[in-house]
């Protein structure tokens, strides 16, 4: 289970998120919707610790960590939850020094230690899981969007984390390369993967997404099941935010011509 | 054999010899401990507490800021005079690192911070520590930016360690120089000088181009065409 608890970020004077509280179930995908600037990308930072809360309390499985203004979080309680947890990014990150497989062998090589042929087995195994064990050998530079993307998700899933945490993961690819990513990531929710994403991207969120968050200007406006908060939302803002993006979504389509 | 031709190759194996004891030493040694002052300093300038920051800022500042052949005289010349007195190649080879380190700290500065931050998220996010991300990810895709820069300083150093002349060194200027006290022959013996280090630069640079088509097999940041 990964709860949040009256989680606050304050960048400066601006309090990006208002005391947020949600709690997710082992095995579940949850969609964080909402306007840019309105916190989800701080959310998910926030759930690995790229961005230490400002107040609040975390718990992923086991690990709790709780957080004071002012105060500074030991590194290695840092490391103890970044380590139940894995990140994919909007522009991929993969490392462009290292093969695709060499990405997915990084943190088991270099973080949990263990010995390269037993890394490379289980790369290879996570490559084929997200199609891409041909390209195995690839520099990142060769690979379509959709393919980095793939391999990202590979890398991330690597040291079996509870979670897998997903900032935009389609939004920089074109409709077509998003469509594998959305694949596998379908493939990974039904197998029962935990995961939490910040997506714009209606067709990844209603595809795969049992529960929708929907956050705006750092506050939980409305959370439920998808099919209530897309179809049928109970805010007039989570209508209005909804309504904005499917007329967006078709007029991407009627643009492109699909 | 024309008077010019045979003198050349009489001193050559006098300037090669100076070369190989004095010239190559000193550049190797001098760019090797230079490059590690050059990474502490820009360690210290990037990530460093305040007070220590200031300190390498002030460094940076003297050792660039002023000529290296005054560097060289401040150390072996100057430095008896508050009782540190220091052998010609100790002190020749104290005067390029501190120069190298300088000049490379400024290089290797701007190079880390060109690496996208989105490679530091990538590597906390699989669990990485701040060295393990600097050591696996950050330095290897900055060294591959920096080998153009510090190739011109390196090639630069080959050049100035002639300076070491003047504190008497005997590197291969040196020699050069000596022969010319017997021979008068000036303009043989320094043309001779020119072409060798002219040679010795050549080398670098055909080792400099290698090295470049070996690191960019990869291609560059990832960013543009995320």
């Given at each position: 289970?990964?709860g ?47 961005e ?113 945490l997903c ?39 209603s ?20 099919s ?28 492109s011509?699909v | ?52 920051v200031a300190?390498?800022?002030?460094y ?82 900055a060294g ?14 080959v050049?100035?360690?002639s ?53 960019n ?10």
């Amino acid at each position: 289970m990964i709860g949040l608890s009256n989680i606050e970020k304050r960048f400066g004077d601006n309090l990006v998120l208002k005391g947020v509280t949600v709690t997710l179930d082992e095995g579940s995908v949850t969609a964080l919707v909402g306007p840019s600037g309105g916190g989800k990308s701080t959310l998910l930072r926030c759930i690995n610790l790229l961005e230490i809360p400002t107040s609040g309390s975390l718990r992923i499985g086991d690990e709790t960590l709780a957080f004071h203004p002012g105060g500074k979080v030991p590194a290695k309680d840092i490391q103890r939850i970044r380590l139940q947890t894995g990140m994919v990014f909007q522009n991929f990150q993969l490392f462009p020094h290292r093969t695709a497989i060499e990405n997915v062998m990084e943190g088991l090589v270099t973080v949990l230690k263990w010995p390269e042929p037993r890394a490379r087995e289980r790369a290879m195994a996570l490559l084929e899981k997200v199609g891409m064990a041909e390209k195995a050998d690839a520099w990142p530079a060769t690979l379509s969007g959709g393919q980095q993307q793939r391999v990202a998700i590979a890398r991330a899933l690597a040291p079996s984390p509870r979670v897998l945490l997903c900032d935009e993961p389609t939004s920089a690819l074109d409709p077509e390369l998003a469509q594998e990513v959305v694949d596998v990531l379908g493939q990974l929710a039904r197998e029962g993967t935990t995961m939490v994403m910040a997506t714009h991207d209606l067709r990844l969120a209603s595809k795969i997404a049992q529960e929708v968050v929907f956050l705006d200007a750092g506050v939980i406006v409305e959370k439920g099941p998808a099919s209530v908060v897309f179809d049928n939302p109970e805010r007039a803002r989570t209508k209005r935010f909804i309504a904005s993006l499917r007329q967006e979504e078709a007029q991407k389509e009627a643009g492109s011509g699909v | 054999m024309p008077h010019w031709l045979q003198l050349m190759l009489e001193s050559l194996p006098t300037l090669l010899w100076a070369a190989l004891i004095f010239t190559v030493p000193l550049t190797l040694l001098s760019f090797a401990l230079g490059l590690i002052a050059g990474l502490v300093t820009a360690l210290i300038r990037l990530f460093g507490p305040k007070p220590l920051v200031a300190l390498v800022r002030f460094y940076v500042w003297i050792f660039r800021g002023t000529p290296l052949l005054v560097q060289l005289f401040l150390i072996f010349y100057g430095l008896p005079s508050v009782g540190i007195l220091l052998d010609a190649f100790p002190a020749a080879l104290i005067g390029f690192t501190l120069n190298i380190g300088a000049y490379t700290s400024e290089i290797i500065r701007a190079v880390i911070g060109s690496v996208p931050k989105g490679q530091w998220e990538a590597s906390y996010s699989i669990g990485m520590t701040w060295s393990q991300a600097m050591r696996r990810t950050i330095l290897p895709q900055a060294g591959r930016v920096a080998v153009p820069p510090l190739s011109n300083t390196f090639i630069s150093l080959v050049k100035d360690t002639s300076l070491a002349a003047a504190i008497t060194v005997p590197e291969m200027f040196q020699a050069a120089q000596r022969i010319v006290a017997t021979t008068y022959e000036p303009l043989i013996l320094y043309v001779e000088a020119a072409a060798l280090y002219l040679a010795l630069s050549s080398v670098l640079s055909a080792l400099q181009a290698r090295l470049e088509v070996r690191l960019n097999r990869y291609g560059g940041f990832l960013e543009a065409n995320a």
